[in-house]
């Protein structure tokens, strides 16, 4: 580094002695110089009175000279440093921030740092870092600020950072990093903040988190980590905040995942998960507030977030969000905020609450929102809610379209906002009598405002909805569908069409007989091999079972030998003809059979008679 000095005086000296003399004189006459005892440096801006030097952008490729050594804040960012060598910082032990981001370091010598015992900030940022070797940092146990974020660093060693007890804040982010080795935070125990985002890691073990114990904020951004492992945080006791943001593997998080951690807030936003992650969210009971958005959550499910007893604030902004289930906040005693802008919700409905009384702000806008008596708690409430300065709008229906809930008057309250109960539409008495193993349907559709939803009750009281399996179902227009009639059906069945206005019902009745003995087993026969579903054989099925099966490898054994002799038979046929026709003509030589000597299959198009082949021998 000496020589470097040397060089730099060199060129000093060299382009100081054609200047005009005038010049040399303000040089020696400058201000600040006098101010600080000490002087400043060429091209740089000092303040003598908190000891500050600026050397910002001012393309120095070594540390200037004439830095006064009692100087507590260095600005050195925006040069061409390359490097930073042990003798370099020796003589400014007094250093309390030291910025020498956007400069053009790649090597950094062990005890590069260590006469700076009073460094409190010392930022690296966006510099050609690719590896900080051990013992770099040591020595700094007042740093507090440490910025090493946009180098081109591939991995964090073990004890990179063991000596700063008092580091606060730590930025990794914007790296190559691939891998952070399980003890690089060791010794970090102070660390509050820490945010690795924009890197290439695929995971981030436990075990190298463990280190953090006072971690209070975690933030991990624009990561290409796919899964968290069981207990990923488990150390983290101090932990308020996490961030998990921009993870586009992500698409599941395991029950597990967030165990051990006692968060006040959670944000996982813009990743791939398409639910609410119930179970890991359970153990969280302190959390206050959760941020779902951007991701494609398109339900909202009844008590998904039934632990988080003392949440106060839910964002699920811009998640496709379509439906907001009854109860789909059950559990939250103390909601406050609510903001589900930006959705495709065509209603909220107050039954979603555990009580709409605690809630203070709600942004429900840019949502295609029916204005019918489901909202009609919102209406209600217009002037007391906090929309955040975003009333919802109505996208229907006609009348009111394009209108703010804002907007509407007191006395227009009850001529819009309305439901109409749903009616079953005709309703001749519907009453089947059917043989076993028929298809029997009955039809159920009904009008109304919002359009009512359909399911039915089973003479067993039992709920058939759209979305039941099996054997009985309701299909989309609300028509029950029972195959494969068996005695058992036998009963009153109720359809019930169901909206927010209230609902309407219908009974039909179906009458199963039992089918002749014969006719009975092929019904129970196609059933049982044409619906899978129903596994619980018993003796019957098995055997029915069987004796299909035998039957099947019967039938294609003896087809199978049929062809087989047949293509047998031809072959021979057609050797014998050409060894008797050998001799006679070299090329050509004529088959003739007749069809008839050949039983099988094949045979079957033939017209009888003989017929003549001739073929020519390559
Ligand atoms: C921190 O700085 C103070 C002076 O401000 C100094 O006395 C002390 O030794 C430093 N601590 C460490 C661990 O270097
Ligand atoms: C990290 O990812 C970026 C873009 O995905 C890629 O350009 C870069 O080469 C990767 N770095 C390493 C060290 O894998
Ligand atoms: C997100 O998930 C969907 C399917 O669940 C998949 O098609 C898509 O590729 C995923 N996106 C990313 C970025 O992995
Ligand atoms: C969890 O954090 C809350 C404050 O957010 C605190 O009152 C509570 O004692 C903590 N629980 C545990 C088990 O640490
Ligand atoms: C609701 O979300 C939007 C979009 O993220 C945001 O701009 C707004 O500040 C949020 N409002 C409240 C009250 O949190
Ligand atoms: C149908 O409406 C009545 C009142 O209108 C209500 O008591 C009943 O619970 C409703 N039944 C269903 C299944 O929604
Ligand atoms: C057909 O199945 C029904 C019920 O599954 C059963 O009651 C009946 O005895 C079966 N019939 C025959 C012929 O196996
Ligand atoms: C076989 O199952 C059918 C339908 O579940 C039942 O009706 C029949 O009684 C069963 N037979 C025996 C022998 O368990």
Known sequence: MVSRRAQHWGLGLGLGFPLPSLLLLLLALNPTQGQGG????????????????????????????????????????????????????????????????????????????????????????????????????????????????????????????????????????????????????????????????????????????????GLVTLRLRHLSISGLEEQNFRKLGALKGLEISHWPLLEHISPHSLQGLNLSWLSITHTNITSVPSSALRSLAHLTSLDLSHNPITVLESWALRDLVRLKELHLVGTSLATVQAFAMGGLRQIRLLNVSGNVLVTLEEGAFHSVNTLETLRVDGNPLACDCRLLWILQRRKTLNFDGRSPVCAGPVEVQGHALTSFSDSALFDHFTCQKPRIRNRKLQQVSAREGQVVSFSCHAEGEPAPVIFWISPQRRRITTRSGGRVTVLAEGTLEIRYAQVTDTGTYICIASNAGGNDTYFATLTVSGLPPDAAMLANRTFYTGDLNETNLNDTRVFLKFTLDLKTILISTAMGCIMFLGVVLFCFLLLFVWSRGRGQHKNNFSVEYSFRKVDGPSAGGGQGGARKFNMKMI
Request: some cysteine; proline content about 3%.
């Open 38 to 213: 000490q002087g400043c440096p060429q091209r740089c801006e000092c303040l003598a009175r908190i000891r500050s030097v600026s050397c910002q952008g001012k393309r120095f490729s070594t540390l200037p000279e004439g830095i006064p050594s009692d100087t507590r804040l260095l600005d050195l960012s925006g040069n061409r440093l390359r490097w930073v060598e042990h003798g370099d910082l020796l003589p400014y032990s007094r250093l309390e921030e030291l910025d020498l981001s956007n400069n053009s370091i790649s090597v950094l010598e062990p005890n590069a740092f260590a006469s700076l015992t009073r460094l409190r900030v010392l930022s690296l940022r966006a510099n050609q870092l690719k590896l900080v070797p051990m013992g770099v940092f040591s020595r700094l146990g007042n740093l507090t600020n440490l910025d090493l974020s946009g180098n081109n660093m591939v991995v964090l060693l073990d004890y990179t950072f063991q000596d700063l007890r008092s580091l606060k804040q730590l930025e990794v982010g914007d790296n190559d990093l691939v891998y952070i080795s399980n003890k690089a935070f060791l010794g970090l125990v102070g660390l509050n903040e820490l945010t690795i985002e924009r890197c290439n890691l695929t995971s981030i073990s436990s075990q190298s988190l463990s280190y953090l114990r």
